[in-house]
């Protein structure tokens, strides 16, 4: 296996284990803090990673691309410079962002929740913890440039492992920092959660103490390589600059699109639903639940799909490189048939089994609410999985900046209908809202893949019309189950059900697939006892 195989390996490996326990702690972080104390840590959080991902998305791959073109000249000496002024540029951004945020978190809690009155969250709650989650945006991009910087030498290592003890550091430091706060000196939900957010400022000194023990580790080669470097190219910084952020560009419409949606969602759903006689409390459990731990269950199925079906990108930008449209269309139809096949059962499933589902990871105390919401929510994820996969075909086929429209198209949408229909239909207008911004997104980027790639959708369509006959009785029989187990009025009753569920639906849903020949088509190659199945 070659280095730059095998680091990719490591690096995509480190990646999904972060994203993954990323998803995860917020079930046992929810049954501290409850709904009010996600609520909480939602207001912090989601402008946070809006300006994160405008400073830092792309930022590691980008320098890589950069550093790695300029080190196959021989030209080692390019890349150390954009890495010395470009540590000087993210360290001066990053404390400029961080000013911003903390300054403006008075202004974004009154955007909020509008006028204070009732129980819940209060201006100050909301102040505290966007100001205690603003100091990490001083470290992260200086971090993400570093990172940038090994790839480019096609050393993946201190990326990836610094990305995982960043993670490990940050989700330990929230659960038992709120557990001694909550449980142990009975302390209020808004210091739990502000220790939470400052968490990401504790990840990421971590993360970057393991980047500097790297450089330490790597400086006596490094600097072997950049003393025989060949004369540095003729390139201003400015230049240097402007090729940096043309690559990074790409990377950013994926990374914003949920943030974006998410942002709507922070300075309407709260305000909006007191309007319609929700309290405060009310309207921000809703807000919780949709923009937080919805979200987060939602993601579980959508990362394992994506994660395998991205898999098949680089081929893609192969293929369409050298010209292979045969290939080229074999391929896209994988990408869409492994997505559709992973997701769509998981998001249908999760509707049908959506409230012993909350009952079993967050307690029956707000179940049917909670429930309610997680089954509006949860078809979502099938709509995540495809922007995501269909941005990333266009970057596949050079044709990323169709991407920006189309996140653009969503976000309007969004913006436009999210109010209207949260006074029309409560909680779920902004999830209605979501997945017609995201169905528009997802119609314009198909588009375009058709259009410059002449791909036919005929194959996708009918292995589609196979999959959705084969999860309505996947759903129909998860339904009878757990109508036939009756009520659930414990949290047992609810672990039961929901395990009872899924083996059900799996069950079926696998023999279905097996029987049919469907599995073969669409994983034959990845699993290997199907290869030989005639």
Same mark, same amino acid.
Not at 284 to 300: D, G, L, P, R
Not at 344 to 369: C, E, H, Q, R, S
Not at 470 to 483: L, P, Q
């Given at each position: 296996m070659?280095?730059?195989?095998?680091?990719?390996?490591?690096?995509?490996?480190a990646t999904?284990?972060?994203?993954?326990?990323?998803?995860?702690?917020?079930?046992?972080? $929810?049954?501290?803090?409850?709904? =009010?104390?996600?609520?909480?840590?939602?207001?912090?959080y989601?402008?946070?990673?809006?300006?994160?991902?405008?400073?830092?998305?792309?930022?590691?791959?980008?320098?890589?691309k950069?550093?790695?073109?300029?080190?196959?000249? /021989?030209d080692?000496?390019?890349?150390?410079?954009?890495?010395? *002024?470009?540590?000087?540029?993210?360290?001066?951004?990053?404390?400029?962002?961080?000013?911003?945020?903390y300054?403006?978190?008075?202004?974004?809690? &009154?955007?909020?929740?509008?006028?204070?009155?009732?129980?819940?969250?209060?201006i *100050?709650?909301?102040?505290?913890?966007?100001?205690?989650?603003?100091?990490?945006?001083?470290?992260?991009?200086?971090?993400?440039?570093?990172?940038?910087?090994?790839?480019?030498?096609?050393?993946?290592? #201190?990326?990836?492992?610094?990305?995982?003890?960043?993670?490990? +550091?940050?989700?330990?430091?929230?659960?038992?920092g709120?557990?001694?706060?909550?449980?142990?000196?009975? /302390?209020?939900?808004?210091?739990?959660?502000?220790?939470?957010?400052?968490?990401?400022?504790l990840g990421?000194?971590?993360?970057?103490?393991?980047?500097?023990?790297?450089?330490?580790?790597?400086?006596? &080669?490094?600097?072997?390589l950049?003393?025989?470097?060949?004369?540095?190219?003729?390139?201003?910084?400015?230049?240097?600059y402007?090729? !940096?952020?043309?690559?990074?560009?790409?990377?950013?419409? +994926?990374?914003?699109?949920?943030?974006?949606?998410?942002?709507?969602?922070?300075?309407?759903i709260?305000?909006?639903?007191?309007?319609?006689?929700?309290?405060?409390? =009310?309207?921000?459990?809703?807000?919780?639940?949709?923009?937080?731990?919805? &979200?987060?269950?939602?993601?579980? #199925?959508?990362?394992?799909?994506?994660?395998?079906?991205?898999?098949?990108?680089?081929?893609?930008?192969?293929?369409?490189?050298?010209?292979?449209?045969?290939?080229? &269309?074999?391929?896209? $139809?994988?990408?869409?048939?492994?997505?559709?096949?992973?997701?769509?059962?998981?998001?249908?499933?999760?509707?049908?089994?959506?409230?012993?589902?909350?009952?079993?990871?967050?307690?029956?105390?707000?179940?049917? $609410?909670?429930?309610?919401?997680?089954?509006?929510?949860?078809?979502?994820?099938?709509?995540?999985?495809?922007?995501?996969? $269909?941005?990333?075909?266009?970057?596949?086929?050079?044709?990323?900046?169709?991407?920006?429209?189309?996140?653009?198209?969503?976000?309007?949408?969004?913006?436009?209908?999210?109010?209207?229909?949260?006074?029309?239909?409560?909680?779920? /207008?902004?999830?209605?809202?979501?997945?017609?911004?995201?169905?528009l997104?997802?119609?314009?980027?198909?588009?375009?893949?058709?259009?410059?790639?002449?791909? *036919?959708?005929?194959? +996708?369509?009918?292995?589609?019309?196979?999959?959705?006959?084969?999860?309505?009785?996947?759903?129909?029989?998860?339904?009878?189950?757990?109508?036939?187990?009756?009520?659930?009025? !414990? %949290?047992?009753?609810?672990?039961?059900?929901?395990?009872?569920?899924?083996?059900?639906?799996?069950?079926?849903?696998?023999?279905?697939?097996? %029987?049919?020949?469907?599995?073969?088509?669409?994983?034959?190659?990845?699993?290997?006892?199907?290869?030989?199945?005639?």
């Amino acid at each position: 296996m070659s280095r730059l195989l095998r680091g990719t390996l490591i690096l995509t490996a480190a990646t999904f284990f972060s994203k993954f326990i990323g998803l995860i702690y917020v079930i046992p972080f $929810t049954n501290l803090v409850d709904e =009010e104390g996600m609520a909480l840590y939602g207001y912090a959080y989601i402008p946070y990673t809006i300006l994160l991902s405008i400073s830092t998305m792309g930022v590691p791959l980008a320098v890589s691309k950069f550093v790695s073109k300029y080190n196959a000249l /021989g030209d080692y000496a390019t890349g150390r410079r954009l890495l010395r *002024s470009g540590l000087l540029i993210m360290t001066i951004t990053g404390f400029l962002a961080f000013l911003l945020l903390y300054n403006l978190a008075p202004i974004l809690a &009154h955007s909020i929740i509008g006028k204070y009155g009732g129980k819940g969250n209060s201006i *100050s709650d909301i102040t505290f913890v966007i100001r205690m989650v603003s100091t990490a945006l001083i470290i992260v991009p200086s971090m993400s440039l570093i990172r940038g910087y090994f790839q480019g030498y096609q050393s993946m290592g #201190p990326t990836a492992v610094s990305q995982v003890i960043e993670q490990i +550091v940050r989700i330990v430091f929230i659960l038992v920092g709120s557990y001694i706060i909550v449980e142990i000196l009975n /302390g209020s939900i808004t210091t739990a959660v502000g220790l939470a957010t400052f968490a990401a400022t504790l990840g990421a000194v971590a993360g970057f103490i393991v980047l500097l023990w790297y450089w330490r580790k790597r400086k006596p &080669h490094l600097q072997k390589l950049y003393d025989n470097s060949k004369p540095a190219s003729d390139i201003s910084l400015m230049e240097i600059y402007k090729e !940096t952020i043309k690559y990074a560009i790409p990377f950013v419409a +994926v990374g914003l699109a949920i943030p974006l949606y998410q942002l709507i969602d922070q300075f309407t759903i709260v305000k909006t639903l007191k309007t319609i006689e929700y309290t405060q409390k =009310e309207a921000e459990s809703v807000y919780a639940i949709i923009t937080q731990i919805a &979200h987060k269950i939602v993601m579980i #199925p959508v990362s394992l799909a994506t994660a395998l079906a991205l898999t098949l990108i680089p081929v893609i930008t192969k293929s369409f490189t050298q010209n292979n449209g045969e290939l080229l &269309h074999k391929q896209i $139809t994988q990408t869409f048939q492994i997505v559709l096949f992973l997701t769509a059962p998981a998001a249908i499933g999760l509707t049908v089994l959506a409230y012993p589902a909350y009952g079993a990871l967050f307690g029956i105390d707000n179940m049917k $609410t909670g429930g309610y919401y997680l089954q509006w929510y949860a078809p979502t994820g099938l709509w995540f999985a495809m922007f995501t996969v $269909t941005a990333a075909i266009l970057q596949g086929l050079n044709q990323q900046r169709f991407a920006f429209i189309s996140l653009g198209l969503g976000f309007l949408a969004k913006f436009l209908l999210n109010k209207p229909l949260l006074l029309g239909f409560g909680g779920t /207008g902004s999830v209605i809202a979501t997945n017609i911004g995201y169905t528009l997104s997802i119609l314009f980027n198909l588009y375009i893949i058709k259009k410059y790639s002449g791909f *036919s959708f005929k194959w +996708v369509y009918r292995r589609t019309v196979l999959m959705t006959v084969f999860i309505a009785i996947m759903g129909i029989a998860v339904a009878v189950v757990t109508m036939l187990l009756g009520d659930t009025e !414990t %949290r047992m009753g609810s672990i039961m059900k929901l395990a009872i569920g899924i083996v059900t639906g799996g069950a079926v849903y696998a023999y279905l697939s097996y %029987r049919s020949g469907l599995l073969k088509i669409i994983l034959g190659d990845r699993i290997p006892f199907l290869r030989g199945k005639n």
